[in-house]
């Protein structure tokens, strides 16, 4: 079964710490990974997805198949960053199957 | 471009009550995704629409139905209210043309049932 977990729900780090924010992912086929975000009273947006294998904002994820794992990761933590993070993955047709977020909170 | 909108933003009913939310996706694109937000459970599909055609289904009972009109224009509609369907209902809209494509959220309805 499809499936996407985010396993911590909240995550406090210092300003200028890294960031990892974790998810792991249960698909048969081949699926394509996204990060979105929701920045406090801000819609739901796209952060980046992996097959655009772009540096957003500062923040990366690398596609691990072995492992079915897409972690979220930023080397130097900004306040700006505080925000829900929701992972997700899109099988073969254009049904998403997201995980359950993860809010982070960086300490100034 | 104008962004995904969904009307009403807020809504408060009573359990038994039925209820009907739009969504306007941005312009061009052809596919509807609807979504139910809570705390606990996250973001839940519900099904998605492409040219007035339901394409994928989630795991919700039957009280959940939409449709899509010509204009891409689509509605999600709750019968028979429960109180646990008090949620932010979300819409994505996409091209629609290929699997796997961005969506585009918009801001939700917040259902409220009493």
């Known amino acids: 079964a499809q499936r996407v977990t985010q396993p911590e729900k909240l995550l406090s780090v210092f300003k200028g710490a890294p960031v990892e924010l974790k998810c792991n992912y249960s698909?048969?086929?081949?699926?394509?990974l996204f990060w979105y975000v929701q920045y406090s009273r801000q819609r739901l947006q796209l952060l980046l997805r992996?097959?655009s294998r772009e540096s957003i904002k500062g923040f990366t994820a690398d596609l691990n198949k072995g492992e079915t794992s897409f972690h979220l990761k930023k080397p130097f933590a900004q306040e700006e960053d505080s925000a829900m993070y929701y992972c997700a993955l899109s099988g073969t047709g254009n049904q998403f199957y997201f995980g359950t977020g993860t809010s982070l909170t960086v300490i100034p | 471009k104008a962004g995904v909108t969904q009307t009403p933003r807020y809504l408060i009913k009573t359990r038994g009550q039925q209820v009907t939310l739009s969504c306007s996706p941005i312009s061009g694109h052809r596919s509807v995704s609807w979504y139910q937000q809570t705390p606990g459970q996250g973001l839940q599909f519900l099904f998605e629409y492409f040219s007035e055609t339901q394409r994928n289904k989630g795991n919700f009972p039957g009280r959940f139905s939409g449709r899509q009109f010509s204009n891409s224009r689509s509605e999600m509609n709750v019968s028979t209210l429960e109180l646990g369907d008090s949620a932010l209902y979300l819409c994505?809209?996409?091209?629609?043309?290929?699997?796997?494509?961005?969506?585009?959220f918009g801001p939700g309805t917040r259902l409220l049932v009493l």
């Open positions: 994505a809209s996409s091209l629609g043309d290929r699997a796997q494509e961005t969506q585009y």
């Open positions: 992996h097959i």
């Open positions: 698909y048969s086929g081949s699926p394509e």
